[in-house]
C-alpha cells in the first residue's frame, strides 16, 4: 500500500469524465465530495477490481482461483475490493431496502474504522468502471448524511 495524491493518478481523471457525463443531481453531488477527497494523500492499493463470487471457482482439490482480471490494478483506490465485495453481499438489499437499513448498513461498514472518505472514493471510482451498483449507494449516501454515519 503506498499514500499518493488522487489527481495524479489517471483513474481519477476517468472519475472525473464518468461523472461530468452525469447529467443533473450525481454530478452535482459527487463535486464537493472530489474537492474533500482530493484535499489529502490517500492510499492506494492492489485490487482486482471486479472481485465477486462469479469471479472464484474452486477445484476439486479445493484450491481456489480467481478469474476476470482486465480492472486490476496495482494503484487502485485502498478498499476497492473490500467495497466491491461489500456491495456484492448486499445487492438486493440495497436496490430494495429502506432509508432504516442502508443507514444500519453504512454505520456497520463504517465501525471497522474506515474512513468514510476512502470508502466514497472506492464507490466512485467503481462506478467509473460502469458498475451501476455503486451509482445507486452513491445517490443514498447524498440522501443522508454521510459524514454522520458514524455518530
Known amino acids: 500500500m503506498q499514500i499518493t495524491q ?9 472519475i472525473i469524465l464518468h461523472f461530468n457525463k452525469k447529467a ?7 463535486k464537493p465530495w472530489l474537492i474533500e477527497i482530493n484535499k489529502q494523500p490517500r492510499r ?13 471457482f474452486e477445484d476439486c482439490a479445493g484450491n481456489l482461483y480467481l478469474i476476470d482480471w482486465e480492472r486490476a490494478r496495482f494503484d487502485a483506490p485502498y478498499l476497492t475490493d473490500y467495497i ?13 431496502a429502506d432509508d432504516k437499513w442502508f443507514i444500519s448498513a453504512m454505520k456497520e461498514l463504517l465501525q ?5 472518505w476512502d470508502v466514497i472514493l ?9 458498475f451501476r451498483l455503486a451509482e445507486i449507494v452513491i445517490e443514498r ?7 454522520n454515519f458514524k455518530d
Not at 443533473?24 to 459527487?30: A, H, P, Q
Not at 482486482?48 to 463470487?53: A, N, V
Open 141 to 147: 449516501l447524498s440522501v443522508q448524511s454521510c459524514i
Open 44 to 56: 492506494v492499493s492492489f485490487a482486482h477490481g471486479d472481485l465477486g463470487s462469479e469471479n472464484v
Open 122 to 130: 472506492a464507490l466512485l471510482y467503481i462506478a467509473s468502471l460502469k
Open 6 to 14: 488522487v489527481n495524479e493518478k489517471d483513474w481519477w481523471k476517468s
Open 112 to 116: 471497522d474504522n474506515l474512513d468514510i
Open 84 to 96: 466491491g465485495i461489500w456491495l456484492g453481499s448486499f445487492h438486493e438489499a440495497i436496490i430494495n
Open 24 to 30: 443533473g443531481r450525481l454530478s452535482e453531488i459527487v
